[in-house]
């Protein structure tokens, strides 16, 4: 899964940037057949502001973003969020397996 890492307003260290791309990487084997991601990093008058989108196949899109006082904890919460919606949704088939007596 490809995923896009976008700053706005700000730079981000190359260590947050991987640790975000390991982030959606964990978070996308909760759903079926992720498409692609996106991580928005965004210092908006000193909210820092982290937005995780997750396209899934059939137009369907999961949408996380939090706000703390540094981009770690926001992208950790926004993290939390996300692997929630995709939990809660279901999306990922159960492994069809025959029962043998």
């Known amino acids: 899964m490809k995923t896009r890492i976008?700053?706005?307003?700000?730079?981000?260290?190359?260590?947050?940037?991987?640790?975000a791309n390991a982030l959606m990487e964990r978070v996308s084997?909760?759903?079926?057949?992720?498409?692609?991601g996106q991580v928005i990093f965004d210092d908006d008058?000193?909210?820092k502001v982290v937005?995780?989108?997750?396209?899934?196949?059939?137009?369907?899109?999961r949408v996380a973003?939090?706000?703390?006082?540094?981009?770690?904890?926001?992208l950790d919460r926004a993290a939390e969020k996300l692997k929630r919606?995709?939990?809660k949704d279901g999306s990922k088939p159960a492994a069809k397996r025959s029962k043998t007596t």
Do not use: G
């Open 45 to 47: 008058h000193q909210r």
């Open 85 to 87: 919606q995709l939990v």
């Open 6 to 19: 976008t700053a706005r307003h700000c730079e981000i260290a190359p260590d947050l940037r991987e640790r």
């Open 29 to 36: 084997k909760l759903s079926h057949r992720p498409q692609r």
């Open 65 to 74: 973003s939090a706000e703390a006082a540094d981009f770690q904890t926001a």
């Open 51 to 61: 937005e995780l989108i997750l396209h899934l196949p059939r137009a369907q899109t």
